[in-house]
């Protein structure tokens, strides 16, 4: 079974730019996760999309967004970018869970630099 | 007090010995709970999960939890040089969907 892939794996942008981050997750699966990790404040979770809805969002400003296919394909968008977006970010896909369970696997990530 | 714990290390071990890596967290109805491993420059790899009072093996690694104590640790046996990477705690409640609560990370370095 193919991994989560994650397009582009790189990226240079200048501040004020916007991007668009695309997520494909492990067939079957239908829940996305995306984190941003950065050396001070480690992985950091940003939203979770299920059946094209987002159900959770982390502590972070609306230049952040994101949204699902029907598919379960997944894309998060960042609009005026800022120096301090530079990160890793990545995308986790799950099966729903039940009971509390919710094994995550990720992306190899995108690594944005914002200068 | 953060969410997730761990001692950031470094933590250096021989080859071949056990390495102890442990977590704490602080809020009582976290559910479920992973150990993901990280090389640097990668994303982080599902090593271990487990969800309940005591212990999981699974190779060279074992997962235990303590829900009492809020603890939750990895031992790795016969240590290689290949596990040196940094292992992250995260941890999971049903009230909050999608969200995987992350330590900071413990390095940890195996010396041949």
């Known amino acids: 079974k193919a991994g989560v892939t994650q397009t582009p794996r790189y990226l240079i942008k200048t501040r004020g730019q916007q991007v668009t981050l695309s997520c494909s997750p492990i067939?079957?699966?239908?829940?996305v996760s995306w984190y941003q990790q950065t050396p001070g404040q480690g992985l950091q979770f940003l939203f979770e999309?299920?059946?094209?809805?987002?159900?959770n969002k982390g502590n972070f400003p609306g230049r952040f967004s994101g949204r699902q296919f029907s598919n379960s394909r997944s894309e998060m968008n960042v609009s005026t970018l800022e120096l301090g977006d530079s990160a890793l970010y990545l995308c986790?896909?799950?099966?729903?869970?039940?009971?509390?369970?919710?094994?995550?696997?990720f992306g190899p990530g995108t690594r944005l630099t914002v200068l | 007090q953060k969410e997730v714990e761990q001692n950031s290390g470094p933590l250096s071990v021989p080859e071949g010995a056990i390495a102890s890596l442990n977590c704490t967290y602080s809020?009582?109805?976290?559910?479920?709970f992973f150990w993901y491993r990280q090389y640097s420059g990668k994303s982080p790899e599902l090593i271990m999960s487990?969800?309940?009072?005591g212990d999981k093996e699974d190779g060279r690694f074992t997962a235990q939890l303590n829900k009492a104590s809020q603890y939750v640790s990895l031992l790795i046996r016969d240590s290689q040089p290949s596990d040196s990477a940094t292992y992250l705690c995260?941890?999971?409640?049903?009230?909050?969907?999608?969200?995987?609560?992350f330590g900071q990370g413990t390095t940890l370095q195996v010396k041949p």
């Open positions: 986790a896909s799950s099966l729903p869970g039940t009971s509390g369970i919710s094994e995550q696997f």
């Open positions: 067939s079957g699966h239908r829940s």
């Open positions: 999309y299920f059946s094209e809805t987002q159900r």
């Open positions: 809020d009582r109805v976290s559910q479920s």
């Open positions: 487990i969800y309940s009072n």
């Open positions: 995260a941890v999971f409640k049903a009230s909050n969907t999608g969200k995987l609560i």
